[in-house]
């Protein structure tokens, strides 16, 4: 496929059911790993055929896999998405990448997590690209800038997702804040320090 050409086979549940869950069902390797992740890049796709091409392919995907979907176009976060993935049990990923929301901005615009279980990508710094962060926390040895806003919202939506019984996911990118284990321990003792 060549970039910017249109994918005949994008959110086509029967190619992702033969090439990928059969495969992994297959493999028993389902108690090792988390939700499926489907990360969507912004695009020209318009937000109308966008929801129904995914509604389409949960609807056509097995139930006893977990599901997450990360959008990165800001203008989808609403009603329709939300009601989408609330139908189908598929949880929002609740991403800290540049151009998006922060994860705060996020959840109000969701009202409610959507599935029993949520996600958390710690990415990028808001409004700094990839290039720049990547640049900046070369070579991801230490933290090279803190983002309190980012740690505080995440410790927020763990602890209400834990409130409500939720399995929580939070996955952490060297590029968020220069070290992906250091920002662990800071949101481990943060949450444990918590009341």
Do not use: C
């Amino acid at each position: 496929m060549k970039a910017g050409q249109p994918n005949p086979r994008f959110l086509d549940a029967n190619l992702f059911n033969e090439t990928v869950l059969t495969p992994y069902r297959e493999a028993k390797f389902e108690p090792h790993t988390g939700p499926f992740l489907f990360e969507f890049q912004r695009d020209d796709l318009a937000p109308n055929e966008f929801f129904s091409r995914l509604d389409g392919f949960f609807g056509h995907l097995p139930k006893d896999f977990s599901y997450a979907v990360e959008i990165r176009n800001t203008g989808l976060l609403g009603p329709e998405y939300h009601k989408i993935l609330t139908t189908h049990g598929v949880a929002h990923v609740y991403n800290h990448w540049s151009y998006m929301p922060s994860l705060a901005e996020q959840h109000t615009r969701m009202r409610t997590f959507t599935a029993p279980f949520t996600v958390l990508r710690l990415l990028t710094p808001l409004k700094m690209s990839y290039e720049v962060a990547k640049k900046r926390g070369e070579p991801y040895h230490k933290i090279v800038g803190a983002l309190p806003q980012m740690r505080q919202e995440t410790v927020d939506l763990v602890k209400q997702a834990v409130t409500e019984q939720r399995r929580t996911h939070v996955l952490v990118n060297n590029r968020s804040e220069g070290n992906a284990p250091l920002t662990i321990q800071a949101l481990t003792h943060h949450l444990l320090e918590a009341p």
